[in-house]
């Protein structure tokens, strides 16, 4: 299986999808039609690291992200967020509108508020792209074609329109998913998925820590690490990992790494700081510090005793 793409950058998606490099590092605006000159008509699996926002009036072929994908030529509003898997085959002929942009860029209309906060439905991977009706079309299509000639303008508080623009977009895609997938509960389906997930997630924790890895930073400690692994946004991992685990993902990793942290004390011969490195902690007094807010003890006590 070829490796699967991974784009940290936009400049290195617009690269990798073949199309003109983006006028912002934060975010870029495109109509479809623009694209379909050289854009790589058959993608495959990639992710990138950015929110997207996406309005297909027509086109052929399918588009993949998460567990949907855009198969009919309906009109459809569809979105993606960072580390989800994409592909996609499409025919050249594709109509309508996108937005992409990082956290960073949103942030600078809400400072102190991520974006999955306001929007909790940007982290589903159930959702099937979300029909819109007749008059609906009408309204995206300006909200988007506003966004896009304000994109091209060079005039005073641009930037500053378009960022609310794209809010009032993020509220109506929520309405529409909201309409669209009132009341629904988890299907069984969704949750042996669910369930998977967080299998795989606990089994990457049992194998990060083994001692013979090697890591340069304390990264098997934290949520994104295994996040990357699982080609998900963090948000996502610890949103499903609480519906199944009823704990964080936060909380399972350091309640994987006391346990072995006290076995380790209890049952051999190493010191404090060799069983820090052994747990990948590439500062001991890092280890003590955690081990003392878990226990109420430092290391060197909860052996002693």
């Known amino acids: 299986m070829s490796e699967l793409l991974h784009f940290s950058t936009l400049a290195e998606y617009c690269k990798g999808i073949n199309i003109s490099a983006p006028k912002s590092d934060l975010y870029d605006v495109r109509t479809f039609e623009e694209n379909m000159v050289s854009v790589r008509a058959r993608m495959p699996l990639f992710k990138h690291e950015f929110y997207a926002l996406a309005f297909k009036i027509d086109g052929g072929g399918f588009a993949t992200t998460g567990n949907f994908d855009t198969k009919d030529r309906q009109a459809t509003i569809f979105f993606n967020s960072p580390y989800q898997i994409t592909h996609w085959d499409i025919v050249p002929d594709w109509k309508g509108y996108y937005v992409i942009f990082t956290e960073d860029f949103y942030r600078q209309f809400k400072p102190d508020v991520r974006i999955t906060q306001s929007f909790p439905f940007l982290l589903s991977d159930y959702t099937i792209p979300l029909s819109v009706d007749e008059v609906e079309i009408s309204i995206f299509e300006s909200i988007f074609e506003h966004i896009y000639r304000e994109h091209h303008s060079d005039k005073d508080m641009h930037q500053q329109i378009i960022l609310d623009l794209i809010h009032v977009l993020l509220l109506k895609t929520k309405r529409l998913y909201d309409d669209q ?80 942290a006290k076995s380790r004390l209890k049952n051999t011969d190493l010191s404090v700081k060799e069983v820090a ?22 290391p060197g006590d909860f052996r002693s005793k």
Do not use: C
């Open 181 to 260: 997938h009132a009341g629904e509960e988890l299907s069984l389906n969704q949750r042996d998925q669910d369930v998977s997930l967080v299998s795989r997630f606990k089994s990457l924790i049992e194998t990060s820590f083994y001692s013979d890895q090697y890591y340069e930073e304390d990264s098997p400690h934290q949520v994104r690490f295994y996040a990357e692994r699982l080609a998900i946004h963090p948000n996502h991992l610890n949103a499903v990992v609480k519906r199944i685990a009823e704990k964080s993902a936060l909380e399972i990793i350091q309640l994987h790494v006391l346990s072995l």
């Open 277 to 298: 490195f052994q747990l990948h902690y590439q500062y001991p007094n890092h280890f003590s510090s955690f081990f003392k807010k878990k226990t109420g003890m430092s």
